[in-house]
């Protein structure tokens, strides 16, 4: 079993940023990819980036391309997404999920098996 928690979220004006952390726990040895995601009301999930945990490879969605960073720390089970520049449109639960598989699209979300509570992320204009 894998236990995700997302943390960091909070509410911040357009042109802020924001920190969001996701703790891994749990059987986590063979988790091949972490990424983030993202929820708007009225809208369905979509990928926001994702890490490849042995390479460190990264993929972004281009509507956070160069706003955006998706990093790890392996020691800590970790994952971290820094946002800046936010927008009034990044406003969302933002979730945490890790897969065990190798993604034949790093952004897909069905190959991601395990997912966290969410953390929201508010963005004011």
């Known amino acids: 079993q894998v236990h995700l928690v997302e943390s960091?979220?909070?509410?911040?004006?357009?042109?802020?940023?924001?920190?969001?952390?996701?703790?891994?726990?749990g059987y986590i040895d063979s988790k091949k990819?972490?990424?983030?995601?993202?929820?708007?009301?009225?809208?369905e999930r979509e990928a926001v980036a994702t890490i490849a945990t042995g390479s460190g490879a990264t993929y972004y969605a281009d509507s956070v391309k160069g706003?955006?960073?998706?990093s790890q720390d392996n020691a800590k089970n970790t994952v971290y997404l820094q946002m800046?520049?936010?927008?009034?449109?990044?406003?969302?639960?933002?979730?945490c999920a890790i897969t065990?598989?190798?993604p034949t699209v790093p952004l897909s979300i069905g190959p991601y098996e395990d997912w966290?509570?969410?953390?929201q992320v508010i963005v004011s204009p």
């Open 8 to 25: 960091g979220g909070g509410s911040v004006q357009a042109g802020g940023s924001l920190r969001l952390s996701c703790t891994a726990s």
């Open 33 to 43: 990819y972490m990424g983030w995601f993202r929820q708007a009301p009225g809208k």
């Open 67 to 70: 706003r955006f960073t998706i």
């Open 84 to 95: 800046n520049s936010l927008k009034p449109e990044d406003t969302a639960m933002y979730y």
């Open 100 to 102: 065990h598989g190798y």
């Open 116 to 119: 966290g509570q969410g953390t």
